[in-house]
């Protein structure tokens, strides 16, 4: 078995759906992979920002109303606490809203609006082989024409598929750019310094339990990063995560933080582990005429950990670099395209997130136990717009 395709997407969560379907509306010929059979479960706090709701409207058609009525979005909430552990610092009244989705409900309808606008999907099948034929009109002496190469994948089924571009759509431990990395076709050199290790639970809401109607952010039980409870409407998604280099024995503060805020012990739930970029994008996600978004390039907020958005921005602009360059090649390929796009949208916010970052996660901050956030509490409404996206992360220029 074989096939011939314009792009190939391996991934099938927000970077890689959104992608698929931009490009599956402007006629190309697109297979989506995900080597999981869907519905499945994903690991993830489920918070999207206004930001992510506007990009939704606008690239799918799927204002709030609509969301909502179809159970995609699970919660909502306008407030939000800021903790020193269970002390609360700043407990402001966001002007937008925070909405929570289930990430196994929200991939699926994602996945099935790819598949409505004309994309080929295959689920369960894994990419187990990346190849490269070179182009029958190469020029050695012109290396720009290089992404001209022929594409193959081969996969856990055995067959062999070939394309013009291929975007690696598949998370933080994706193949694709293992792949890369192997062959030493891109520089992952700051890739492990700046990874999070994160555990999460969903605990069934409770009589008598606190309400939990709102997001918490909790600080000080690690360095380098944060607790959460994003409440949805049957359950709490409770998680801890942190930069691994500068947290050892993440389960005992995990126990710590479930045991200050009464939600059992640790041994009561089955605890989940997974890796998050933070702060560790790569500079060039891309190889000739292979793209990288969302998580298997990094591209995750540095200073709040938001990857959900910056998946479906990165699969929104992969997908237009590579439809520019199909209607009119330029010698530099799509990978020149995209990281002009990134630099637009992606790269500038992620430098200043980085610079606020290093004044919030200091150690510092544990001496004074976050006390310079209460300095910044008039000025969280224009945090909360930064946040959502109404405001960029230049704003903290003058503060950093």
Not at 36 to 57: D, I, S, Y
Not at 162 to 178: L, Y
Not at 214 to 227: A, D, N, V
Not at 325 to 343: D, E, V
Request: aromatic share 14%; with cysteine; hydrophobic share 40%.
């Amino acid at each position: 078995m074989s096939g011939q395709y314009d792009v190939v997407i391996v991934g099938a969560g927000p970077a890689g759906s959104t992608a698929a379907y931009i490009l599956s509306q402007k006629g190309y010929h697109v297979l989506l992979l995900d080597k999981e059979h869907f519905p499945r479960k994903k690991l993830c706090g489920g918070c999207l920002t206004a930001k992510t709701l506007w990009l939704l409207n606008r690239v799918f058609n799927e204002p709030e109303e609509s969301l909502t009525k179809n159970n995609i979005i699970d919660f909502k909430s306008f407030r939000f606490d800021v903790r020193y552990k269970t002390k609360v610092l700043v407990s402001p009244i966001s002007p937008l809203s925070f909405y929570f989705v289930d990430r196994q409900v929200y991939d699926s309808f994602l996945l099935q609006k790819a598949k409505a606008a004309g994309a080929e999907v295959s689920e369960g099948e894994e990419v187990t082989g990346l190849g490269f034929v070179p182009p029958t009109y190469y020029c050695p002496w012109n290396k720009n024409s290089a992404w001209q190469s022929e594409l193959t994948l081969t996969t856990s089924r055995e067959r062999l598929i070939k394309a013009k571009f291929i975007i690696g759509a598949d998370g933080a431990n994706s193949i694709v750019r293992t792949k890369l990395l192997r062959q030493k076709k891109i520089d992952g050199s700051r890739w492990h310094r700046n990874l999070v290790y994160g555990l999460e639970i969903f605990i069934p809401r409770k009589e008598g339990q606190e309400a939990f109607e709102f997001p918490i952010l909790s600080f000080g039980y690690l360095r380098y990063g944060y607790s959460w409870i994003f409440p949805n409407k049957d359950r709490l998604v409770v998680g801890i995560g942190g930069l691994e280099r500068k947290n050892k024995n993440l389960p005992a503060k995990f126990k710590k933080f479930l045991s200050d805020y009464n939600l059992g012990g640790i041994d009561s739930y089955k605890i989940q582990g997974y890796p998050l970029p933070f702060g560790n994008s790569l500079s060039t996600p891309f190889y000739r005429n292979i793209l990288l978004v969302g998580d298997a390039a990094g591209l995750v907020d540095p200073m709040l950990g938001e990857g959900i958005y910056q998946a479906h921005k990165s699969g929104e602009l992969a997908a237009k670099a590579i439809s520019d360059t199909l209607a009119n090649p330029t010698p530099g390929g799509p990978g020149t395209n995209y990281i002009y796009l990134l630099q637009q949208h992606l790269f500038t916010e992620f430098l200043y997130a980085r610079r606020f970052r290093w004044l919030l996660y200091n150690p510092l901050s544990h001496i004074l136990n976050f006390r310079h956030i209460k300095l910044m509490d008039r000025h969280f409404s224009k945090l909360s717009e930064v946040v959502h996206g109404r405001r960029t992360y230049k704003w903290f220029k003058r503060m950093i």
